[in-house]
C-alpha cells in the first residue's frame, strides 16, 4: 500500500540526551501553493536542531514536508508553521529552519526563523 | 481568477522562420507522482529545439509541466511524453528533452530523449 | 492593462509578529542610470531584515526597484536611498541592504548599509 | 556631453584580414521590455565572429545594446535582430549570437543563431 | 523483511521501444574489497544505456551494486563485469559504464567500459 | 597478510604538548548498515581535535572506522560512539566530529557532536 | 586627450553622512615592479572603508592604482602606502586593504592592513 | 643586473621531434596600454602549440609578453602580433593563441587566432 | 622494510582483453628537479590507456613516478620519456600522458603527448 | 650557480612597523618522507602572520620549505617545527601556520597551530 502524506510527525528518543550536539537535515523537494494564484512553488528547507527528548524520524518527515504539496501558503507563514510544528513534536533544546524559495518576479526569497 | 494546469501547449508564429536556430528553455520545477509507492518525484527539464512554423510560448509550457503535478508517470514514460506533445504542438526541426530527476535510492537518473 | 513602475512599497501584516525571524530578498535585476553621463548602471540588490508589523510585498519590491530604471543615481546614494524607503515603509527591527555594482573602469562597487 | 544610447553600429578595418580568426564578446549587461507587459527583461548576450573586412568598435556596441532599453521586444525576435545587425554592419566570414535571458515563470531562455 | 543485495537485475518494458533515447543513472554509492589486502574500495558509477526491449528497475540495481560490498575485485575489472551484467539483462542497443575510484596511494583510477 | 577492521584506536604521543593546536581528518569513506531495513549508509567523517598526551595513528583510524562496516547503526547514534571511542583513547583538549550522511528519502544528514 | 595616471585621490561628500555604511572596491588591475629585479608584479586590491566625511571617485581611485604601473615597491610596503594615501584623502570612519599578489616562487601573498 | 623586456624570443630544440604532441602555456599577467586613450588594458594569454623544430623558452616568454608593457596595441591586432611572432620563432607544427581581455564597458573581449 | 622509488613498471593481465576499453589515472604528486637551477618542479599527471595485453599495476606506477624526485628533467622532455616508458611496458592500444606543472614566472605549463 | 635547500630563513626591516597588518603565505609546494616508510608526502603550508620588527624574504621561505624535501617528519610534528622556526626568525606579533596534507589512507590530514 502506498504511503500518504501526512502532518503527524514521528519521534524516536535522543540515543545521547546527555550530549548537547547537532543535527541539520536538507530538504531540497519542498513545494507547495501560492494562496493568491494557486500556482506552485517550490523551496529547499534546511532544519538545524539541538535534540531534547526526542529526534524527528526520517521518513515521517519526508512525509510530513509532503503534506504541503496541495496546501496553499505564503513564504513567510509556511517557514515559521513548520517550526511550529517541529518544536510541539520534538521540545527540541534550540532549532533554525531556513527556507529558499526559487525566484518569483525576478526575486529570490530566503526566510529564516528560530527557537527559542 | 487563479491559473489552472492544463495540457494544452500555446505556440506563438515562429518570428524568423527562415533561420535555423535554436531555443533552450530550462525548467527545475517540473514534479509528478511515482505510480507504484504514489510519492513525488521531482526533475529538472531542458528542452532544446530549433523551431518551425511555431514556437511554444513560456506561460503555456509553464502550465503545461505544472499538469503532471498530480499524475503518476515513470522517469522513462514521461520525458518521452513531453517530448511527443512538443513534438505534435510546435512541428520543430529538431528538438531534444532532457530530465535530470532527484536522487532515489542512492541513483540519480538523466532520461534523453530526441527528435528526430 | 500592463504594470507599471512604482515607488509604493506595498505591505502585508507579519503573520509571526511574535517571532524574530529574518526574510533575505535577492533582486539582481537593479538597473539605473549614471547622474554624470547618463549611461546605464547594474547591480545586484539583497535585502535582509527581520520584520515588525509589517513584510513587504515581493511584486511590489519588483516594481519598486524597476522604478529607479530611468532615474540617475549614484551607487552610495541609491543604496542608502532603498534602505530609507524600506524602514519608513515596514518600521523592521532590523534590515540590511547590499548592493553589488558591475564593473566599472575595472573596479566593481560593492555598497552595504544597515538599520538601526 | 553624455553619450546616448543609438542604433549605428560603428566598426574599424580588420587589422588582419588574410587570417581566419575569432573574437568573442561578452555583455551582461543587456535589457529590454517585454512586449505584453511592459516589464523589464535581462540578458546576457555572447557574439562569436569571424571577422570579414571590418570589425565592431567596442564603445558603439555597448551604446547598440544600451538601445533596447526602452523597446518592447520578444527573446526569440531581438536575438535575431541583433544578428541581422552585426551581419549587416560587418559582413562577417561567419557569427553566432546567444542570449541567455533570466528566469521568468520558473523557466530560463536561452536563444542561439548564427550566420551563414 | 529487510531487503537483501542481489545479483539479479530486475527489468521492465521500454515504454518507448521505437526510439532511440537515453537513460543515464549515477550511483555514488559503490563499494567492493581489495582482493589483495581485504580492504574496502569506493567508487561512483555511471550507467549510460539507450534501452531495446527493456529497461533496468532502479530498485533492482540498487540491490546488484550492494552485492559487490563484501566480495573482492579490482578495478578494471569489476567494471567490465557490470557492463556484461547489465548487457545480459537488458540487450540495449549501446550501453557505456564509468566507475570513478577513490584515490589510492595518491592516484585516483578511472575505469570506462562499453558496448557495443 | 591482509589488514582488519578493528575496534582500537592506535595512538602516539603528541610531539607539541605544550601547544594549543589542531588536527582535522577528513575521512569520506565511512560506511554501515541501517539497523531496520539492513541497506549500507554511507558518511563523510570530520575530526577535529586539539591533542592532549596522544594523537591517533592514521591507518588505525582508517580500521577503526572501517569496523563498521558490518554493523548496523543510526546516523545520530553512531557519530556520538565515533566521539565517545575518540575520547577515550584520545582524552583530547578539545573535539568534534561531523558526519555528512548520503541523501535518503530526498534528505541529506549531517550531524555534529563536540567535546568538552 | 587621454587620461594619465595621478597620485591625486579625488574625493565627493559623503552623501549620507549621518549613517555608519559600508563601500567595498574590488580592484583586480594593480600592477607595480619589484624594486630588486624591474619584474612586474600583479594583485588585485580590495578597500573596504566606512565614509567619514568624503568618498573616493571612482576613476580618480583607476588613475591612482595605475601611477604605481611604473614604480618599484615591495608588496609589504606599497599595501601600506594605499593604506596611508587613503586615510590621507578620505579620513574614514574605519578602512581596511587587502591585495592578493600573484604566485612567485610557487608562492602567493596577501597582504592586509586597516586603520585605526 | 635586473632583467629587462626583450622582443627577442628564445627557443630550444625540441626534445621528442619525431612525436606530434602539444605544449599550453598560460600566462595572466599580459598587460599593455590602450593606443586611443593610454590606459592600461589586461589579458590573459594561452598559448597551445605542436612544436616543430624548437620549443619557446619559457623565462623569454615572459620577457617577451612583458615587452608589450610600455607599447599602445588594440585587442584583435596584438593577439596576432604575438602569433606571428611566436610562428616566425618556433616554425611549430600548428598553433593557437587565447588572448581573454578584462571588462571594459561593460564587455568581456576574447581573441582568438591560430595557425596554419 | 620501506619501499624505494624505481624505474619498474610492474604490469598484470588485462583482465578484459577482448574489449576495447579505458582507464585514466590522476597523479597530483609528481615532482622533479629542474635541470638547469636543480630547484623543485610540480606536476598533476593523467594517464589515459586502452590496454593491450597488459594493465600498469597501481603500486608500481607510483614508484615510478616517485623516481623522479631526485632527477632533472625538463617539462617537455619528462612527459614524453614517461609516455615512452608506459608504451615499453604496456603495449596499449593506445594511450595519453597529461602534465600540467605549477605556474614558473607567471606562467603554467600543459604538456600532453599521445601514442600511437 | 643553482640555488640550494637551506634552513636559513632570511628576513628584512617590517617597513611599517607601528602597524598591526597581516601578511598571508600560501605555498603549495611542500614535501618531505614519511619517518615510517620513506614515501613522499605532499602539503600546502599558509602561513599567516603579523609582523613584528622582521618580515620573512619570499626566496628564502621558498628555499626553506624545500630544505624538509629529503628529510622524514610526521605531519603534526613538522608543522610544529615550521611554526616554531618562524617565530624565533621573525619575533611576529602573533602568527599561525596551516598544512594541508593529501589523502593518504583515504583520510586527508589538515594540521593548524599559532603563536602565542
Same mark, same amino acid.
Given at each position: ?18 550530549? $548537547?550536539?547537532?543535527? %541539520?537535515?536538507?530538504?531540497?523537494? !519542498? ?13 529547499? !528547507? ?10 524527528? %524520524? ?9 503534506? =504541503?504539496? $496541495? ?26 529552519? %531556513?527556507?529558499? !524559495? ?12 528560530? =527557537?527559542?
Amino acid at each position: 500500500m502506498p504511503t500518504r502524506p501526512s502532518k503527524t510527525l514521528e519521534t524516536f528518543p535522543n540515543p545521547h540526551p546527555d550530549r $548537547d550536539y547537532e543535527i %541539520e537535515l536538507t530538504c531540497p523537494e !519542498f513545494t507547495t501553493l501560492c494562496p493568491l494564484t494557486g500556482q506552485p512553488d517550490f523551496a529547499t !528547507f534546511t532544519i538545524t536542531y539541538t535534540p531534547g527528548p526526542r529526534c524527528v %524520524e526520517l521518513k515521517s518527515l519526508k512525509l510530513y514536508l509532503w503534506s =504541503y504539496r $496541495d496546501e496553499g501558503h505564503f513564504h513567510e507563514d509556511v517557514t515559521n508553521i513548520v517550526l511550529d510544528d517541529l518544536v510541539a513534536a520534538l521540545d527540541p533544546r534550540r532549532i533554525a529552519v %531556513e527556507a529558499v !524559495f526559487n525566484v518569483r518576479g525576478g526575486i529570490r526569497t530566503v526566510v529564516r526563523a528560530s =527557537y527559542p
